[in-house]
């Protein structure tokens, strides 16, 4: 089937629900003419990235009936691009056609898979292409694992042996503005019969939203949580992300704080580096302010230049040198390499040119 064909056919089913991010026991409630335990059957099949036809161990009538009333999957992958090392970039589509995108990157410490949380974003960060067109609508718990499961197959991986082992919550939308979905796919995800990916393996980059801060680190879940920062100034950090205006970095600092003394876990600052704007001496100085007085790490990223505005990436050599800086000044701190930069630049980027139609 080309593109077209395969997005028609998903398109048509959008008025079925999704069973991938059911329980078993739901399942099998949907099912009352059928023995309870073909609901952990189906989980399984399910959490294999099995659709209908190929639950061959399923009566056929069963199978029948599931496929007329449902879809397995929610999410189709229906564009895989490869870059360097192993990457893969994928765009993915839903149920009702609209199209999100995730990476695979695998490393020799685990596979990690980078996926989306909303179609779109709210947020408006000036830099991102995610949040250009606004939010189109929240991803379901359904449409989260979907994606993982979706690539764990493609990948050659089942749930046995899996291929993707770890999870970034960093592809298109802003997590927390999403909060109730989310939190119900970090359950699902870390279910034990099911992909089973713990919450040591994920992590959750958010650009600050410091009340759904606070209420996760009251809510027991225990991931790696990244903050999006790029600025340690007020006036330069809501330059770039409009949220600032509403909580301040005084207030994301000691969100943050709360956040490492629930769960003992060391915050992460993601930092893109944007030429000019925030890696002069004055920003690195303030940032190991900020940052210091408790456990916590600094990832550089350069900028993913978007063609829709001129913000630049500063040269490697500049990345470096303010890597040192901070280095010098005690921060913990590293260059992160792009989340497949390579292949069709950053989160968002590949959707656009998609729906553009370049
Ligand atoms: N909304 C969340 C998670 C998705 S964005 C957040 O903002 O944290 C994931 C990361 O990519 C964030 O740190 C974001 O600031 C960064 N990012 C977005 N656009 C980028 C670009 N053009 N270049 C480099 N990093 C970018
Ligand atoms: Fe949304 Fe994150 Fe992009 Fe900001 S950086 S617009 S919060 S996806």
Excluded at 31 to 36: N, Q, V
Excluded at 174 to 196: C, H, Q, R, T, W
Excluded at 201 to 212: A, R, V
Excluded at 311 to 339: D, H, M, N, W
Aim: charged share 25%; net charge neutral.
């Amino acid at each position: 089937m080309g593109d077209l064909d395969s997005a028609h056919a998903t398109i048509s089913q959008r008025t079925k629900s999704a069973l991938l991010g059911m329980s078993a026991k739901d399942i099998a409630s949907l099912l009352p003419d059928y023995p309870k335990f073909c609901g952990a059957q189906i989980y399984g099949f399910l959490a294999e990235g099995k659709d209908f036809d190929e639950m061959t161990s399923l009566k056929k009538e069963l199978r029948a009936y599931l496929k007329e009333n449902y879809v397995a999957n929610p999410v189709t992958i229906l564009r895989t691009f490869e870059g360097k090392g192993g990457t893969k970039k994928y765009l993915f589509m839903l149920t009702d056609g609209n199209l999100i995108e995730g990476v695979y990157m695998p490393h020799d410490y685990g596979n990690t898979l980078c996926l989306s949380t909303q179609v779109g974003c709210r947020m408006g960060c000036t830099f991102c292409a995610s949040g250009l067109d606004g939010l189109v609508r929240n991803l379901t718990a359904g449409e989260m694992l979907g994606q993982v499961i979706a690539v764990n197959r493609e990948c050659g991986g089942s749930v046995k042996e899996r291929k993707v082992n770890k999870l970034v919550l960093m592809g298109s939308g802003e997590p927390f503005d999403n909060y109730d979905n989310v939190l119900a796919f970090l359950d699902a995800v870390s279910e034990e019969k099911g992909i089973n990916i713990g919450e040591r393996n994920i992590s959750l980059s958010t650009s600050g939203l410091c009340d759904k801060i606070v209420k996760f680190a009251d809510s027991g879940h225990k991931v790696t949580l990244s903050i999006s920062l790029h600025s340690p100034f007020d006036e330069g950090r809501s330059a770039l992300m409009p949220v600032n205006k509403a909580y301040g970095i005084d207030r994301l600092i000691e969100s943050a704080k709360y956040y490492f003394e629930k769960t003992g876990r060391r915050v992460i600052f993601e930092y893109t580096l944007i030429s000019g704007k925030n890696d002069t001496d004055e920003c690195a100085r303030r940032l190991a302010k900020i940052t210091s007085g408790f456990p916590s790490h600094v990832n550089l990223i350069r900028l993913n230049e978007v063609k829709e505005n001129d913000y630049r990436a500063p040269s490697v050599e500049a990345a470096t040198e303010f890597l040192a800086k901070l280095q010098k000044l005690g921060v913990s701190a590293t260059i992160r390499k792009s989340l497949g930069g390579d292949i069709e630049g950053a989160c968002g980027q590949l959707r656009r040119r998609y729906l553009e139609g370049d």
